[in-house]
Structure formats: structure tokens, C-alpha cells
């Protein structure tokens, strides 16, 4: 694993910087990353290796290369350079250097932070906080970035089981080394045959045995005298069938083992398979995947348990088996419940905030805006409307929050429902007269003779062109092409972090009754206008 024995600096303004290894800490180690800001590395003087950010093999470039577009590099960089800039993400990214035989040399913590622009490093994590207090399950995801989201929970996503088995990798393989040199037996009892001077112990067995033969009588008969003056020959002497031990392997503790061994097994070659379509490598927003060395990775574990099947204990177990008897010596030996503990951890599935130790995948930062959106409005109908009851539902990556009471009115917000396309014939529920759509959030409501449904799409942009973009990408079309059963929109409005002061025409109260449409200002440290809850339930 790691050796520790290289070094990776960054190129700061005021020279090389020198990096910290091993594992993030609360703030992560080594800040001054931030979101879509190109950064240059480089590695040991005089070492021919190369680095992997999440698993991602980077190009090295020359020393004019890396100071294009930051102006001249100042300080010696004798070592392999590297130039890279995070994505759309915010959060712990791993990097780590590996030599030509895929050794890997040292493991480092880097700590991105949000584009400024749209949030700062408190209000993202603000946002993070808030989703995590929801659901957890809407953070997971696939990008570079980590977040300390836990091991409890049900979600099922690839990279989480990739990530947890990968950072016990180290600890699998010394708790099955102490295991082996300390293995666990058991005493089982035997017949033998053994000469008269070496019976210690017999039985009633050992008695009917001997009444058989003549020259174990003759032994008996005269015990205190030499069997040879009597019976002749000692190796033609009698042997007395006598109860024993023996210590053997095939113990309850070793099958648990052993299952536990299988288990990992199966885990490493279900996660090859996985991983074997990385997916999203045609969006701009996301960051691609490269699955090839995190196979190398699972090949080396499966390797590696599959050679400790092959010794001693675990050759010794006739079978894998899980019984009460095995948890039970398990628990009792320290050796074994550190091994179970640890693989138990390694195989456990989905992420909560009960335990905050693994790092694990996480969404792009837009889509962390967009949870948020989610959770954050879905608070506000909550506190708008008391009287309703709420309860929430999720089916396969749709989400939904919905409010009713005894009279008859509901409140319904949705997250990540699909329009599909009708070819013009009305449906009920949400369909598009044109393309597949499928907007961030859809609020309908039904209350007394009040019914309608408005769409809010959430854009992580600032900029003045890029809202407008997004006005035009999203707002305009869902207005336009959305329909719940025959109605159409009364409202379509882009949620984003903050709108500049060239853009203020679109939140005014007046141009989105006149029109429709415009957008909102949310983010943890900005709530949503006075006007919002009248426009979007429909009031008067």
C-alpha cells in the first residue's frame, strides 16, 4: 500500500507548496483547491511515477505548459508535472501517486471548495447539512469529491461499495495476517491405538477391546511385569483401543471466517461488473469516470482473499457456513471479531449521518444546489402550511413531498419527475407536447376551487448570461411544453443562488404576475420573497 516515501507539491503564489499525506480531517488537509480553477502539481524529483485523481490517470505537461495560464513558474519543479482542475464539485478528492508496476507510492487529501460566486465554503456545506438532515440518499453520487456521509443507511450506489471496501483494504489484509499466525482451533475427540505404556486413560471401550485379544489379557494380568517376557516380541505386543483429542481447524470460527472471506469475494467481482460502464461521460457538467485502475484495485483484494483462502485456517473449513455457534466463538476471540468487524464494515451498504468516518462519493455541486432546493422548499410548505399532514416518497429517483387534510386540499411538490412525450394526447399527470422533459420541481396544489401546478428549476448560476441562458434553456420551454392533465403552468420560475443587480427585473413581484415567469434568489442565507407562497399555492 501506501509508502509514504513521495511527496506531491501545488503551485502557489508564492511558490511550490509542499502537500500533506494520509487521511482529511475535519477541514481537509491541504486547502487553496477551488471548483473549475485549473491547479498545478508536481511530483518527487528524480521518480518516474505517475498521479490519479480519483482513479483518473492525469497527462503530465512540461513546465511552460503548466505556467500558460498562471504566468511564469517560479521554484525548481525537477519532478513529473501535472496540470488539473476540478469540475462541477466541492469536497475531499483523493489523489495518489503510483509508480509503472501500479505501486502506490503515497495517498494525499486535496480540499475543494465552491465557486465563491455562486456560495461560499459555509453555505455549501450549509446546504449539505440540510440535505443530510433529510435524506442522505440525495447526496450520494458519483463525482471526485467526498463527504463524510456514513455506512447506515439503505441507498445502494456502486461507488459507495467500491469507496468502503477500498479504505479497509489495509485493514483486511492485517487482520487476516494475525489470524493465521494465531489461528483458532478446537478439540475433538478420537480412538487410538496405543501400546500398554503409553494408555493414560481408558474406557469401557478400551475394556471389551481388550477381553478380545489374548496378549492385552496377559498384559493386564501381570501389569507390573515386562509384556516382552511374556508375549514375546514388543512390536507384535497388544495395542489397546484408547479415548483421545485432537486439535483441528474445522472449527465454527474459521466456517464464519471463511464466509466472511467468500462474502468479500463476491463483493469485489459484483463491484468489477459494475463498474464496468461509467456512464455520464457525454455530459459537461459532470466529471468522467475512469472504472479501469479501481478494477485493477478490486482484482488485487479478490487476489488477495482468494491466497488466504488457500492457507491456513481457512483451508482447514470444510465449508462456509454462518451459525450462531461460530458468531458466538467470533465474538469471543479478539483476533476473529476484528476481522468481522472490519469486513462486516467493508460490506455494508447505503450512508447515513449515524456514522461520519467513510468518505464517500458525492453529487456535482449543481445538484447539490438542487437537492437543496427540494428539501428547502419542502420546509417552507411545511411552515406555510401547518394544518396539512405531510409525508414524503421516493420512487427510484423521483422524489415527492405532499400535504393533505380532511377537506380535501393537497399540496404536492415533486423532484425529478419526468414529462413524457404524448405525441399531443392529453394524460393525466405531468406530460410534455414535445420532448421528454424532466424539470427539477413541479408544485401543484389543490385547495377549494383552487387547483394548479408551477415549475421551479434550479440553475447554480450568477453570471448575467448564464441566468438568461438558463431562462431561455429551461424556464421558457417547461412553461411552454409541460402540461398536468389539461392545465398549463401558471408559473415557471429559475431558483438560483443570487441575482446580480442587472438581472433584478426578473424577481420583481410585478414582471413574473404580468408574465408568468422570472426568477427567485434561494440559498441558505437569502429566503425566498414575501410574494413566493401566494403565487406558488395559487392565492389570491
Known amino acids: 500500500m501506501d509508502g509514504g516515501l513521495a511527496t506531491l507539491r501545488v503551485l502557489a503564489a508564492t511558490g511550490w507548496r509542499e502537500l500533506e499525506s494520509g487521511t482529511p480531517g475535519p477541514a481537509g488537509p491541504n486547502p487553496g483547491f477551488r471548483e473549475l480553477l485549473p491547479a498545478t502539481l508536481a511530483g518527487p524529483p528524480g521518480v518516474d511515477c505517475r498521479l490519479l485523481i480519483d482513479d483518473e490517470e492525469l497527462e503530465p505537461v512540461t513546465e511552460s505548459d503548466a505556467g500558460a495560464d498562471r504566468g511564469p513558474v517560479d521554484g525548481d519543479a525537477d519532478g513529473p508535472m501535472w496540470s488539473w482542475a476540478p469540475g462541477f464539485y466541492a469536497g475531499a478528492v483523493r489523489a495518489e501517486l503510483i509508480d509503472r508496476t501500479d505501486r502506490s507510492l503515497g495517498t494525499w487529501w486535496l480540499d475543494v471548495s465552491p465557486d465563491p460566486r455562486k456560495a461560499g ?26 463527504g463524510r456521509l456514513g455506512a447506515l443507511g439503505d441507498h445502494d450506489n456502486p461507488h459507495i461499495l467500491f469507496e468502503r471496501l477500498r479504505r479497509r483494504e489495509g485493514d483486511l489484509d492485517r487482520a487476516v495476517a494475525m489470524i ?11 480412538r487410538r491405538f496405543s501400546p500398554f505404556r503409553a494408555v493414560r486413560r481408558t474406557d469401557l471401550r478400551t475394556v471389551r477391546a481388550a477381553v478380545r485379544q489374548r496378549n492385552a489379557c496377559a498384559v493386564l494380568q501381570h501389569g507390573c ?10 512390536a507384535a505386543g497388544p495395542y489397546f483401543d484408547v479415548p483421545a483429542v485432537e486439535r483441528r481447524q474445522d472449527a465454527p470460527v474459521n466456517r464464519c471466517a471463511l464466509y466472511l472471506l467468500r462474502a468479500l469475494q463476491r463483493r469485489c467481482r459484483h463491484l468489477s ?36 483462502e488457500r492457507r491456513s485456517p481457512f483451508r482447514d473449513a470444510k465449508r462456509p457456513e454462518l451459525t450462531s455457534a461460530g458468531l458466538t466463538a467470533v465474538a469471543a476471540h479478539p483476533l476473529y471479531a476484528r476481522l468481522w468487524r472490519v469486513g462486516w464494515k467493508a460490506l455494508r451498504r447505503g450512508a447515513s449521518r449515524h456514522d461520519l468516518r467513510d468518505l464517500l ?14 428539501v428547502e422548499i419542502a420546509g417552507l410548505l411545511k411552515r406555510w402550511l401547518p394544518e396539512l399532514e405531510w409525508s414524503r416518497r421516493r420512487e427510484g429517483g423521483c422524489w415527492s413531498w405532499r400535504g393533505r387534510d380532511g377537506s380535501g386540499s393537497e399540496v404536492a411538490l415533486h423532484y425529478q419527475e419526468t414529462a413524457r412525450r404524448t405525441n399531443g394526447r392529453e394524460r393525466s399527470g405531468l406530460w410534455s407536447v414535445s420532448k421528454e422533459l424532466r424539470p427539477d420541481l413541479v408544485l401543484r396544489w389543490k385547495r377549494g376551487q383552487r387547483r394548479g401546478f408551477g415549475i421551479l428549476d434550479a440553475k447554480y448560476r450568477t453570471g448575467l448570461d ?15 411544453a409541460l402540461r398536468w392533465g389539461s392545465a398549463r403552468p401558471d408559473v415557471s ?5 443570487r441575482v ?10 410585478s414582471y413574473v404576475r404580468s408574465h408568468g415567469i422570472g426568477a427567485v434568489a434561494l440559498r441558505p442565507d437569502i429566503g425566498p420573497p414575501d410574494w413566493l407562497r401566494g403565487l406558488v399555492l395559487g392565492e389570491a
Open 121 to 146: 465554503s459555509e453555505i455549501f456545506n450549509a446546504m449539505v447539512e440540510t440535505i443530510l438532515d433529510y435524506d442522505e440518499a440525495l447526496l450520494v453520487g458519483e463525482e471526485p469529491a467526498r
Open 180 to 190: 493465521q499466525r494465531e489461528p483458532a482451533s478446537v478439540l475433538r475427540p478420537r
Open 225 to 234: 511385569g515386562r509384556s516382552s517376557d511374556l508375549v514375546g516380541d514388543v
Open 273 to 308: 461488473r459494475a463498474l464496468e460502464d461509467p456512464g455520464q461521460r457525454g455530459s459537461a457538467t459532470r466529471t468522467p469516470l475512469q472504472a479501469r485502475h479501481r478494477r485493477k484495485i478490486l482484482e488485487r483484494i479478490e487476489r488477495k482473499l482468494r491466497l488466504a
Open 361 to 374: 462519493p458525492i453529487t456535482p455541486s449543481w445538484e447539490v444546489y438542487e437537492s437543496w432546493c427540494f
Open 466 to 480: 448564464s441566468v438568461l441562458r438558463g431562462m431561455a434553456e429551461s424556464a421558457h420551454p417547461y412553461r411552454d
Open 493 to 497: 420560475l429559475l431558483l438560483v443562488p
Open 500 to 509: 446580480s443587480g442587472g438581472l433584478r427585473w426578473l424577481a420583481e413581484e
